[in-house]
């Protein structure tokens, strides 16, 4: 995605010790009670991890019950997030997306239905042409309840099949909003080539394989 390169000139030592610190680092993310958000508005929010967060935000949007999807960055350990620093792979955030929902339309597990069916499930560190670990797929809990829901239907994928699923499985601290020119990106530029070539189609395999979950004005 966006096709940036970083040129890194660290010593191996350094490197090394870096890599210690941050894994200890991001750990403790994984390790750590998660954070409750309350419903509002009578609107939840639900976080999940994808690949490119422009494709994972057009899917979830076009899901009857999901009134905006958020792209953002979550999962990592470091409270400075930009999109620069993500593209480093050195923060441990994703790219994620928030969505707000109605849970009243669509339940919390039925999103777990639409993450797992709108991706490759079984790819590890990044989604189609985009690799790395800020594209790796992270699904995020508030909750026990939530938790549950997310493993079992992980589990029941696994079975289904007998692969492996690359998602990790995080307890939701924090969601960092994306600048504002990746807001509704593939909306805003259908013409552009990404998205021409990874982002529509992604969202019309899905639109295909769940055409009951699908808005009225997203059936065509």
């Known amino acids: 995605m966006k096709n940036l390169i970083y040129v890194l000139s660290i010593s191996l030592f350094f490197s090394c010790h870096n890599q210690a610190q941050v894994s200890d680092k991001q750990q403790a993310v ?30 979830f949007e076009s899901v009857k019950g999901v009134e905006e999807s958020i792209s953002g960055y979550s999962g990592g350990h470091t409270t400075d997030i930009n999109y620069e620093k993500s593209n480093t792979g050195k923060t441990g955030h994703a790219e994620a997306v928030e969505i707000i929902y109605d849970p009243e339309v669509v339940s919390f597990a039925t999103l777990v239905d639409v993450y797992f069916g709108s991706q490759n499930p079984t790819q590890v560190n990044g989604q189609g042409p985009d690799k790395g670990s800020q594209y790796r797929s992270i699904i995020f809990y508030q909750n026990a ?42 909306k805003r530029n259908p013409n552009q080539s990404y998205i021409r070539a990874v982002s529509i189609p992604r969202l019309n395999r899905f639109k295909a394989k769940f055409p009951e979950l699908l808005k009225e004005d997203e059936k065509h």
């Open 145 to 186: 309840e939530q938790k549950k829901i997310i493993e079992e239907k992980k589990t029941a994928l696994a079975k289904k099949l007998d692969a492996k699923i690359a998602a990790e499985v995080y307890p939701f601290q924090k969601f960092y909003k994306g600048e504002d020119y990746h807001q509704d990106f593939e």
């Open 30 to 59: 994984i390790d750590a009670e998660p954070v409750a958000v309350p419903i509002k508005d009578g609107k939840a929010r639900a976080y999940f991890a994808s690949g490119c967060f422009w494709c994972v935000e057009a899917i």
